[in-house]
């Protein structure tokens, strides 16, 4: 089992931009599906973009344009680059082996890493 180390959240002002990292355990990642979750209090965890293994992209209306996700197979991590933050991206961001082809998450999520956009 892939296990999962989010980090790079912060506190940041309306438009500006943050990196997440996702650092993966094992020899397994590079043949992962994955995706970026988040969640917010009183609010479903929501997919907002997700990367095959081979690279295609999904992305939730609300960011498209605005993340990017990637990946290194090398490195074993995963990335989101978010530019243009909003105060409603305020959340906590995690990372999950995640089917692309149904966009579920299929396997266990790490600690997670906070963003908070002020406005």
């Known amino acids: 089992q892939v296990q999962l180390v989010e980090s790079g959240g912060g506190l940041v002002q309306a438009g500006g931009s943050l990196r997440l990292s996702c650092a993966a355990s094992?020899?397994?990642?590079?043949?992962?599906?994955m995706g970026w979750y988040r969640q917010t209090p009183g609010k479903e965890c929501e997919l907002v973009a997700g990367i095959s293994s081979g690279g295609s992209a999904y992305y939730v209306d609300s960011v498209k344009g605005r993340f990017t996700i990637s990946r290194d197979n090398a490195k074993n991590t995963l990335y989101l680059h978010m530019n243009s933050l909003k105060p409603e991206d305020t959340a906590r961001y995690y990372c999950a082996p995640t089917r692309l082809a149904t966009l579920e998450k299929f396997g266990s999520w790490g600690q997670g890493t906070q963003v908070t956009v002020s406005s």
């Open positions: 094992g020899s397994i990642f590079s043949f992962l599906g």
